[in-house]
């Protein structure tokens, strides 16, 4: 029945995510791309593995929450902060780079991701020192993602690394002027939580990000712009390391990511976007993860509305998020994140063709 079910897996996706690499590097006439996909897809094989022996040792388990549905119930003691190995490889990465390159963008990326990086453990850490879902308050995890970002952003305009003009196409955008602050407040902080809300099924989030990595990758190669070609380094970069990781996520997860994990995948993602003027083009890469974000934001706007009108509170899905609903409509868990990857791998199709086009 799981293999009828899940006939797209995770080979299905390395095999799809390697071969339209080559087509890329072939086209662009620059292999180098594929060798640090490569690279890091065995690295986060190798982290992954053995930090799965680390985390258990250590008895790092996941709690699931009781409001979630009752099927999760089963997925209680898988190891979870995966998202240590799966970041610490890309930090390192990111580091080593920066000191033969002294750039202000990378250092600026590196201190944004080890920000969320830090706050995600931290999240991670409570919850199972408490043994309960939630280790951060909310709060307080809000107010951590709220200074790391608006510390980024007062950085990046102060020495004009925020281009206010957001780029549609290589030929026109919008000129946001001064509200370009805010609009990178919500991307880092939206697209982090958006990761985070989205990775509460096996692969879901993993498997989303590596897609869109690719997508960001190959956008910011279309550009065209010298300065900027190390983001595409690394973004395929970062697609070998979510696929490494999925390897042992995919359905049946022996790992989770945590928020270490998905945190520093939304600020990786948030940052380099902002840093290369391609806010455009992730907003529709990233449209499983903002859909998943807006169906928590309408079923709780929906619930506070009607209680207040009707003193019930009512809901429009099922279960928030999205994926929730689903399942509780009694989709299997392997065909949701399929279906999900394949239209996330459309986006990203889109995406490029509408930058290509435009």
């Known amino acids: 029945m799981i293999g009828k079910i899940n006939n797209f897996n995770f080979k299905s996706l390395l095999i799809l995510n390697t071969s339209a690499l080559a087509i890329t590097c072939y ?114 995890k809000f107010v951590l993602q709220s200074v790391i970002s608006i510390i980024f952003i007062f950085l990046a305009y102060e020495k004009d690394l925020l281009n206010p003009f957001i780029e549609i196409s290589n030929s026109w955008g919008i000129n946001t002027g001064i509200f370009i602050i805010p609009i990178s407040f919500l991307i880092l902080v939206g697209i982090s939580n958006s990761v985070n809300l989205s990775d509460g099924l096996d692969g879901l989030a993993s498997g989303c990000s590596a897609i869109i990595f690719y997508g960001l990758g190959t956008e910011i190669l279309i550009k065209g712009q010298q300065e900027i070609l190390i983001f595409s380094t690394l973004c395929y970069s970062m697609s070998g390391i979510c696929l490494g990781f999925l390897k042992y996520n995919s359905y049946p997860a022996k790992i989770f990511m945590g928020d270490t994990g998905s945190l520093s995948i939304g600020a990786i993602l948030g940052s380099i976007a902002l840093l290369t003027n391609s806010i455009f083009t992730l907003s529709i890469f990233s449209g499983i993860f903002i859909i998943e974000s807006l169906s928590v934001i309408i079923q709780v706007s929906y619930f506070k509305v009607t209680k207040k009108l009707f003193h019930t509170g009512k809901r429009i899905f099922l279960m928030a998020p999205l994926h929730h609903h689903f399942e509780l409509k009694g989709v299997q868990e392997q065909k949701i994140v399929e279906n999900f990857w394949k239209i996330n791998i459309l986006l990203v199709i889109l995406g490029i063709v509408l930058k290509i086009n435009l």
């Open 27 to 140: 086209f662009f006439n620059n292999y180098i791309y594929i060798g640090f996909f490569t690279f890091f897809f065995i690295i986060s094989l190798f982290t992954t593995r053995k930090g799965l022996k680390i985390i258990k040792q250590l008895n790092l388990v996941q709690n699931i929450r009781s409001e979630g549905p009752t099927n999760h119930y089963k997925k209680s003691n898988t190891p979870t902060m995966g998202g240590i190995f799966l970041v610490l490889p890309f930090l390192i990465f990111l580091l080593i780079i920066n000191i033969n390159l002294g750039s202000t963008k990378l250092m600026l990326l590196l201190i944004t991701v080890l920000g969320f990086f830090i706050t995600g453990f931290l999240d991670d850490y409570l919850s199972i020192q408490k043994k309960e879902n939630t280790g951060l308050k909310s709060k307080d």
